[in-house]
């Protein structure tokens, strides 16, 4: 698949018609935030929306309504000749969409993938719509403070991250020769998202999905309370470990936790597994 890096001044077909067509066939991720946002747009509580309209523990949106565009089937929140149930609280994916957005060495870039821009292969109404830059696209879809909600639960997932690396490097567990934790991350990249929440277990999965916070109106308010109290709950169950077998278990459970939040806001799992196995080996040398 060709990827193209986009500029800010970049023109293309990016007006959207808001017809919907593209709500089809895609995978759209939730971070915690975006889960609580769209809860409160469709006016349900965040677990009715998980148990309704989601995969993977409220992480994902289902896809699986009405066949439509190219014969695939429909998001949940879509309403067939109408569009987006929940418009104003549509997360970043959608608001980005045929864009997407990565992160490279702390340098934001937009990309699209494949050879033909794809809301001229499949929404006929763009055809006539006049072209916008990629800035003022982002601009016209309010995507500004996902995108800072992004950039908190990147955040917050190394934060998580940090605290298996210090379980495995700074408790005596790595000098004392275990192998074991470090093939367990590489595994936790590799299951499937449901073998992860099993992994991690309800508890911790209920606090990484629904933390307590009731204003969602800053982003950033939102993800600093959520990061002190799964910090919080860290030091709580692991501030009295004893063993080994203890320690590497936390380790291994809140790098699945990290890696459970990296997914919800598009990240891979298996290669930042890689990365952080990597990472805590030059440690050891
Ligand atoms: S949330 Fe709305 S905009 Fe996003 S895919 Fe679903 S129906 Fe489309």
């Known amino acids: 698949m060709i ?14 018609s808001r017809t919907g067509t593209c709500c089809h066939g895609k995978t759209v991720w939730l971070n915690p935030w975006e889960l609580a946002l769209i809860s409160r747009e469709k006016k349900i509580s965040r677990t009715d929306f998980i148990e309704q ?5 409220g992480i994902k949106l289902k896809f699986e309504g009405e066949k439509g565009w190219k014969d695939l089937k429909s998001c949940s929140q879509y309403i067939p000749n109408f569009g987006c149930s929940v418009h104003l609280g549509r997360p970043l994916a959608c608001r980005l969409y045929p864009l997407g957005r990565q992160i490279q060495s702390e340098k934001v870039h937009y990309i699209h993938e494949g050879k033909e821009f ?4 499949g929404c006929p109404e763009v ?18 403070e996902f995108e800072k909600s992004q950039d908190n639960h990147l955040e917050l997932m190394q934060q998580l991250a940090n605290i298996a690396f210090e379980l495995f490097l700074d408790t005596g567990l790595a000098q004392s020769g275990d192998t074991e934790t470090l093939n367990e991350w590489i595994k936790l ?16 999965l209920n606090a990484l999905v629904l933390p307590e916070i009731e204003s969602l109106e800053n982003p950033t308010q939102f993800t600093n309370q959520h990061t002190q109290l799964l910090l919080a709950k860290a030091q709580e169950q692991f501030g009295t470990l004893i063993t080994f077998e203890e320690v590497k278990n936390a380790s291994v459970l809140i790098m699945g936790v990290a890696l459970q939040l990296s997914r919800s806001f598009g990240a891979d799992p298996k290669s930042l597994s890689i990365h952080w196995v990597e990472a805590a080996k030059s440690h050891l040398q």
């Open 3 to 16: 990827t193209t890096k986009l500029n800010l001044e970049d023109k293309l077909p990016l007006t959207c």
């Open 53 to 57: 309209f989601c995969d993977f523990g």
């Open 118 to 121: 794809p809301c001229l292969e």
């Open 127 to 144: 055809v006539n719509l006049p072209f916008m830059t990629v800035g003022e696209y982002i601009q016209d879809q309010s995507a500004g």
């Open 189 to 204: 990249g590799e299951i499937t998202p449901d073998e992860l929440n099993v992994r991690i277990g309800k508890d911790w």
